[in-house]
């Protein structure tokens, strides 16, 4: 049974930071992909960034040279470092992984999710 668990959201001032974590367990495939999604109220949900076990990172457009996704995949987990972050990234954010290799457009693969953790930016 895979379980994907967040933490680190929060309330924060545009241009400040935030960092989250995905703590997954139950996956013993190393062919994986994990990435970030997010949805804002309102507004269809979003990929945000992705990697898989060759670090080959992939991020939407609004947040390239800003956010930043790393795994710790010894220890199972997914990181997402927010730098200079704006309103517009007020969000719910949801860590997701599926079985197999990152591609170019990975979001529709995603097939497990966590519960979120909310961000807000003021």
């Known amino acids: 049974h895979v379980q994907l668990v967040e933490s680190g959201g929060g309330s924060v001032q545009a241009g400040e930071s935030l960092s989250l974590s995905c703590v997954v367990s139950?996956?013993?495939?190393?062919?994986?992909?994990m990435g970030w999604f997010r949805q804002a109220p309102g507004k269809d949900r979003e990929g945000v960034a992705a990697?898989?076990?060759?670090?080959?990172?992939t991020y939407t457009d609004s947040v390239q040279g800003r956010f930043t996704i790393s795994s710790g995949w010894t220890n199972h987990t997914l990181y997402l470092q927010m730098n200079d972050l704006k309103p517009e990234d007020t969000a719910m954010y949801y860590c997701?992984?599926?079985?197999?290799?990152?591609?170019?457009?990975?979001?529709?693969?995603?097939?497990?999710w966590g519960q979120g953790t909310q961000v807000t930016v003021s």
């Open positions: 990697i898989d076990v060759f670090n080959k990172p």
């Open positions: 139950g996956y013993i495939y190393s062919k994986v992909c």
């Open positions: 997701a992984a599926y079985r197999g290799w990152c591609t170019r457009d990975p979001w529709a693969s995603f097939t497990h």
